[in-house]
């Protein structure tokens, strides 16, 4: 089954008074269980592109679609309701909210949600894989740029949603770090959670089902 996918999908923005592509043409497929990596230079386009797929920015041309249906039909209530619970992005950078804890910050879909349960179990289980365990209960400020990755990473995997879409996830993790987190990537994949890792990382390739390179806003199949 398809997830997410893309159709002719073109971002234009402008610079010095020219017009350029940062994603031209670009078709995408995102299935249930597929775990994609997405490399390329950098200011080839990848994070453009996520946002795309994500409705965070809108495309000058093409359509996104999400379990079949154009998300450019969706309201703001709607994309927010699939952003929270289905489709769950790992932006570069950081993106923790500083005034909850790390257990509450991965906890959010839940707090926010109220529908159901929080899984505890699930979560002691994802921090000790992520070593994050002794954490829990401090605040974002006090942690490092590695830690708080690792944090935002359990956010995401925690209600096992549809759609995964991570921009570098690993960039600031050390190898050891790195392979944890792919590894808990791949399990989730091999559960049914399509799976999309913007890296730079050539080393941790071999963890996809599929690997595309985007080049000057072009996606490819990587020669491998
Ligand atoms: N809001 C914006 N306005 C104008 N140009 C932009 C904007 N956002 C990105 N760009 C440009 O679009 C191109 C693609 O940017 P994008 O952030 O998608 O690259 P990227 O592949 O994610 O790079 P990196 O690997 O460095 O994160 C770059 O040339 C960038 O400078
Ligand atoms: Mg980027």
Request: aromatic content about 6%; charged content about 30%.
């Amino acid at each position: 089954m398809e997830y997410l996918c893309s159709e002719k999908l073109v971002k234009e923005y402008e610079r010095r008074g020219k017009t350029f592509r940062a994603v031209d043409d670009v078709d995408i497929q995102i299935n249930k269980g597929e775990f994609i990596i997405i490399t390329g230079e950098s200011g080839s386009g990848k994070t453009t592109l996520l946002n795309l797929l994500l409705g965070l920015t809108k495309p000058e041309s093409g359509t996104v679609l999400f379990d079949g249906e154009d998300i450019s039909t969706f309201d703001d209530k709607r994309l927010s309701e699939i952003r929270n619970e289905k489709i769950k992005y790992i932006p570069q950078g950081d993106s923790l909210l500083t005034s909850l804890t790390v257990r509450e910050n991965i906890l959010f879909p839940y707090v926010i949600g109220g529908k159901e349960e929080p899984p505890k179990e699930r979560l002691i289980e994802l921090a000790e894989k992520l070593g994050i365990t002794d954490l829990l209960d401090v605040y974002p400020s006090e942690l490092s740029g590695g830690e708080m990755r690792r944090v935002t990473i359990a956010r995401a995997v925690i209600n096992k949603p549809a759609v995964i879409i991570a921009d570098e996830p690993t960039g600031n993790l050390d190898r050891d770090n790195t392979s944890k987190v792919m590894e808990i990537f791949k399990d989730i994949s091999g559960e049914g959670t399509a799976v999309v890792v913007v890296t730079h990382q050539r080393e941790t390739l071999d963890y996809a089902s599929k690997v595309l390179n985007m080049s000057h806003g072009r996606l490819a199949p990587e020669n491998r």
